[in-house]
Structures are given as structure tokens and as C-alpha cells.
């Protein structure tokens, strides 16, 4: 535990989990960060208070992405095919990560307060919103065209920054290969809030507080999947997700406890 506390510690605010990410000197992905990502997830989901997730850095970074020392070495130890053995397991694992964010019954918002690249930007868009600071130098970027000749897929980045920007403005943004700034992020549709720097962690804990305490984990469930998985679906069928998924919520959520608060006061 202290060694999942060292590279991701948690704490719980009112139905939400900020989780600090700690792993210097810029939070590589690696299978131990994987490892500690995949243990707070089981333990937030398998949580009945817990509604939504907030990631964040303790670094001056969110996350630069995979790690390029322990590459290098790889290959004058071993080798490149051993190399490319080694990463296409762990990026295997990464994407896996990614996609339980995605479509788990979490909602899951990043506060970017430091550069998000390679990697580290895939982590950040697997994430259902985005929050980042206002800030001179930040860089959100896709450096893998520009380094290594290949997508940014590693984390099934190509996939979500599409879903972000649309595919010519992601086509683009990966082909390019230079890192945006967060105003530029927002007009790609990289960044859904800009903060004030000192207020990053504040403001999206807020949000994540306040969307918890309205919704629940069963009402945000219910508003990611349908904006996510029923934009996937032929307009019919997206309808009839969204129409079941109200029910359910109207059920089982917050939905009758709304109704005699607002009967109380307005009644």
C-alpha cells in the first residue's frame, strides 16, 4: 500500500476521489504507474459513495508518457525487438486503463496544471472532461509523429482525441506534432475549462462535488453513457439508450429525493 500510496495517493471529498498522481520526475507510464492506476480504480468502483474521480499531478507535469530512458536502455541491453515485445505489453495494459475510464460507471475528470504529452495526453483525453490551467508555457501535445514516426496509440489516443476534435483537426494536431498551448487546446476541443493556475485543483474539485452530489454515481453513469456510448449508435437506437437510461436514473438515483426537496420548497 505504501508503495501505491507513493505513486498515486487519494483522498475523498463528498462522493469524489482526487487522485494525486506522484511518480517523478514526470509521471512515466510505466507498468507500476499502470498497476497503481488499476488498483485505485478497482477501489473507487467497488465504492457505492464514490461518484466521480479527479486526476491530478503533484509534479510540475500531468505526464510526459511513456518512459524514454528505460526505452533507450531496453534497446542497448536487448535489443529492439525485445524493446518492442516489452512496450506493446505494457501499452496493451495502458489502453486497457484508458478504456475503464472511459467507460466505467465513474466519471472522470483530469486537472492539467502541468504539461500533458504523448502518453500523457492520451491518460488526459481518456478522461471524460478536461480541466487545465491558464497557463504561459503549459504544453499539451502529441510529439510521437515528430519523434518516432507513429500515431500516439499507445493509450488509444488517435481514437480520443478524434472523438475530441474531430478527425481533420486530429489528423492534423498528429501529424503536426507540436504541442498547443491551453487557449489553443479549448479552440481544438482539447480543454472543456480553462482555470485560473492557482485555483486549477479547486475549481475542478468543485465541479466533480457538485455534479456528485446532484447526480450520484447512478446519474452520472447515466448522463457518460449516453453522451458516450450513444453517439456510437444510429440515431434510433441512441434514443432508445438515452430513454432507458432516464428511466433507470428516475428509479434508482437521486431522482425521487429531488422531487420532495423541490415539493418542499416550491410546493
Known amino acids: 500500500m505504501s508503495d501505491l500510496n507513493h505513486i498515486v495517493s487519494v483522498r475523498s471529498a463528498e462522493g469524489v476521489q482526487i487522485w494525486t498522481m506522484n511518480a517523478p520526475p514526470v509521471n512515466a507510464i510505466d507498468p507500476a504507474f499502470i498497476d497503481a492506476l488499476n488498483a485505485r480504480y478497482d477501489a473507487a468502483v467497488t465504492d457505492p459513495a464514490v461518484a466521480a474521480v479527479v486526476l491530478t499531478s503533484g509534479l510540475s507535469v500531468f505526464s510526459a508518457g511513456a518512459d524514454a530512458s528505460w526505452m533507450a536502455t531496453t534497446v542497448a541491453e536487448h535489443g529492439l525487438e525485445h524493446l518492442l515485445a516489452e512496450f506493446n505489453r505494457t501499452m496493451d495494459r495502458f489502453r486497457e486503463l484508458c478504456l475503464r475510464l472511459r467507460r466505467g460507471p465513474l466519471l472522470t475528470v483530469a486537472a492539467i496544471g502541468g504539461h500533458a504529452l504523448a502518453g500523457g495526453l492520451e491518460l488526459a483525453a481518456a478522461c471524460d472532461l478536461r480541466f487545465v490551467a491558464d497557463r504561459d508555457g503549459l504544453k499539451l501535445g ?95 437506437e441512441a434514443l432508445e439508450l438515452d430513454h432507458s437510461l432516464h428511466w433507470d436514473a428516475m428509479r434508482r438515483g437521486n431522482f425521487l429525493p429531488g422531487v420532495e426537496s423541490f415539493t418542499k420548497r416550491f410546493g
Open 142 to 236: 502529441a510529439p510521437e509523429m515528430k519523434l518516432f514516426g507513429v500515431l500516439p496509440s499507445g493509450g488509444g489516443g488517435a481514437q480520443y482525441l478524434s472523438r475530441l476534435m474531430g478527425p481533420s483537426r486530429a489528423l492534423h494536431f498528429m501529424l503536426h506534432a507540436e504541442p498547443v498551448d491551453p487557449r489553443k487546446g479549448a479552440e481544438l476541443g482539447l480543454v472543456d475549462v480553462l482555470c485560473e493556475p492557482d485555483g486549477l485543483l479547486t475549481t475542478t474539485e468543485e465541479f466533480a462535488v457538485t455534479a456528485a452530489r446532484r447526480a450520484g454515481r447512478v446519474g452520472l453513469s447515466a448522463a457518460r453513457r449516453a453522451v458516450f456510448t450513444g453517439r456510437e449508435l444510429p440515431l434510433a
